[in-house]
T-cell receptor, first 112, second 112 residues
Framework: DTEVTQTPKHLVMGMTNKKSLKCEQH?????MYWYKQKAKKPPELMFV???????INESVPSRFSPECPNSSLLNLHLHALQPEDSALYLC???????????FGPGTRLTVL | SQKIEQNSEALNIQEGKTATLTCNYT??????LQWYRQDPGRGPVFLLL?????KEKRKERLKVTFDTTLKQSLFHITASQPADSATYLC???????????FGKGTRLHILP
């Protein structure tokens, strides 16, 4: 299996909702990433997990909460989001941190 | 501060010609530089990695050069096709925080 999968593909949520984004890879990669991407902008790094430990948090608001239950799974828990958080959320993995990254298809999030 | 600059927001090239995209960086000493392709609404896809001690790398119709004196990488697509139309992102590594950061990308349009 050589791909990164993300669910759901699309998510619409209100500002008071709690939801989670999920990411999975079975390539044996030990680094996993969350990125946020707005239209016509490059991916913006949010979090990096290395060997299941959070190694980088790019000063992301606490309404975004990452979780790495095991080496294949990465979650992003969402709570009390703002409309400006609407974006494409991308998950990526790599053999190690700063190695080539393999991206999932993304979750298109809309916050109403 | 560290900066990554990619040439122009959009580049229009006639089908069959060679497309050349530029990535300039400042206040970096990258050990390597990567190029990714991104289609609208999709995650980036890794294309090529070139190391600081390599001048040139090729893969099929793609060629990347790396000039550490000029602090520049050039990405060439020969015999371009409409299917090559996409946004191309460069990503030097590491930045001062040991991360991979993406440039803003160049949107390439191959005109039939």
């Amino acid at each position: 299996d050589t791909e990164v999968t993300q669910t759901p593909k699309h998510l619409v949520m209100g500002m008071t909702n709690k939801k989670s984004l999920k990411c999975e890879q079975h390539m044996g990669h030990r680094a996993m990433y969350w990125y946020k991407q707005k239209a016509k902008k490059p991916p913006e790094l949010m979090f990096v997990y290395s060997y299941e430990k959070l190694s980088i948090n790019e000063s992301v608001p606490s309404r975004f909460s990452p979780e790495c239950p095991n080496s294949s799974l990465l979650n992003l828990h969402l709570h009390a989001l703002q409309p400006e958080d609407s974006a494409l959320y991308l998950c990526a993995s790599g053999r190690q941190a700063a190695d080539t990254q393999y991206f999932g298809p993304g979750t298109r999030l809309t916050v109403l | 501060s560290q900066k990554i600059e990619q040439n122009s927001e959009a580049l229009n090239i006639q089908e069959g010609k060679t497309a050349t995209l530029t990535c300039n960086y400042t206040n970096y000493s990258p050990a390597y530089l990567q190029w990714y392709r991104q289609d609208p609404g999709r995650g980036p896809v890794f294309l090529l990695l070139i190391r600081e001690n390599e001048k040139e790398k090729r893969k099929e119709r793609l060629k990347v050069t790396f000039d550490t004196t000029l602090k520049q990488s050039l990405f060439h697509i020969t015999a371009s096709q409409p299917a090559d139309s996409a946004t191309y992102l460069c990503a030097p590594y590491p930045d001062r925080d040991d991360k991979i950061i993406f440039g803003k990308g160049t949107r390439l349009h191959i005109l039939p």
